[in-house]
């Protein structure tokens, strides 16, 4: 089923809660809509330019958006299906909240997501941005993704290697292709057997030594509430910004600024390191401080807030430049966001 409707307010587009209108907003409840909504090119529906969004968990609307948001509602139930004994296939529509999947996986006893849990937003946007989590991303349980082509108006499917996993990135983020595939589901390859992945910070010690799917999501969440805000009581779009990797050259130099025991790092392989990019914004004296409405989250400084529920878009990006300069005056480093900013054009 199709849905069109105008004048959308766009606080429910978006976990920061910015206020805001989308001139139009798209719905659609199945893969075959996307048949009739791109079945001669350019339609009525379509209104100024056009985006596809997932939950709106990592973005940031430049202002009102004058064109048309489309936004998969394909959520039915996941299909389980066994592939050999010991691993089952599952495929969940784009529209689904990932952590609706990662806890009906769980509870299954089946193992590949539990890291992932806690995590806001939609199957679609995940595979889009490569979530991660604890360890793991989203790219190494990805058996494929099933997707519409806009261009030519056909379903097809990529398995991971072909949508060119980085981190938080992939081939449907970037220039040629961004904008041309749309997710319609996707297809995760889970286990039977246990596969612990508890390499990452203390989970380890905090479960059992021989824990269910259901313990690690349970630890996992409870880490995640402890840091990070809930976007329901402070509009956030989780980590603002990306990790770094640097060279030992970069990571020599930070070190011998301040007490080089104090530099958290770890390996990135080929002799990088990644410096955790938190830990640097903390250095530059940007915890808790709020500018405007905006305000870097007291517990985890890669996380903006609308502090005061009124933040407006320019608060957001002026804290943002305000940090990213600030790091690199300090530490000759240039930080990126992570969250992708929605525009008109
Ligand atoms: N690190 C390791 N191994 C570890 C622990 C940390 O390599 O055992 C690295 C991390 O990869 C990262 C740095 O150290 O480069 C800092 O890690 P920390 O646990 O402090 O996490 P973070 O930087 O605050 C990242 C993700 C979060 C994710 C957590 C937990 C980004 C931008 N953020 O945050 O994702 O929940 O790790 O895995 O990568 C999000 O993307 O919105 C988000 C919240």
């Known amino acids: ?142 058996e494929r993704v099933n997707l519409f082509d806009t261009k030519k108006a056909t379903h097809t499917e990529m398995t991971a290697s072909e949508c060119g996993y980085g981190y938080r990135t992939s081939i449907f983020k970037r220039q040629p292709l961004k904008g041309q595939y749309i997710v319609t589901s996707v297809t995760l390859r889970l286990s039977r057997l246990p596969v612990p992945r508890l390499s990452y910070g203390h989970l380890a010690v905090r479960v059992s030594a021989f824990p269910a799917p ?60 990644k410096i955790p990019t938190a830990w640097m914004i903390e250095k530059c004296g940007w915890k808790g401080r709020s500018e405007g409405g905006a305000a870097v989250w007291q517990k985890q400084p890669l996380v903006l807030v609308n502090a005061t529920g009124n933040a407006s878009w320019s608060d957001i990006v002026k804290l943002e430049e305000n940090i990213i300069s600030s790091v690199h005056n300090k530490f000759g480093i240039t930080i990126e966001p992570e969250v992708e900013k929605i525009r008109n054009i």
């Open 1 to 142: 089923m199709i849905k069109i409707e105008d004048n959308v307010d766009l606080r429910s587009l978006n976990t920061f809660g910015l206020q805001g209108t989308a001139q139009r907003l798209v719905t659609y409840t199945d893969q075959k809509d996307l048949d009739s909504l791109f079945a001669h090119g350019k339609s009525e529906w379509q209104t100024g330019p056009v985006t596809h969004i997932g939950g709106g968990s990592n973005i940031l609307f430049i202002g009102d958006y004058d064109g048309t948001i489309l936004k998969s509602e394909i959520s039915h139930p996941p299909v389980f299906t066994e592939e050999s004994e010991n691993t089952v296939l599952v495929t969940a529509g784009a529209g689904m909240t990932m952590d609706d999947l990662c806890a009906e996986v769980a509870s299954r006893g089946l193992w590949g997501t539990e890291n992932l849990s806690g995590i806001p937003g939609q199957v679609g946007a995940a595979a889009v941005q490569n979530i991660g989590a604890y360890g793991v991303e989203i790219a190494d349980l990805i």
């Open 214 to 273: 259901q313990e690690i999501r349970r630890e996992v969440i409870a880490m995640r509430d402890n840091k990070l805000p809930d976007w329901r009581k402070t509009g956030n779009a989780g980590s603002y910004f990306k990790n770094v990797e640097t060279d030992m050259a970069a990571y020599d130099r930070i070190c011998s600024m301040v007490q080089p025991e104090e530099v958290p790092h770890y390996p990135a392989g080929d002799g990088r390191v």
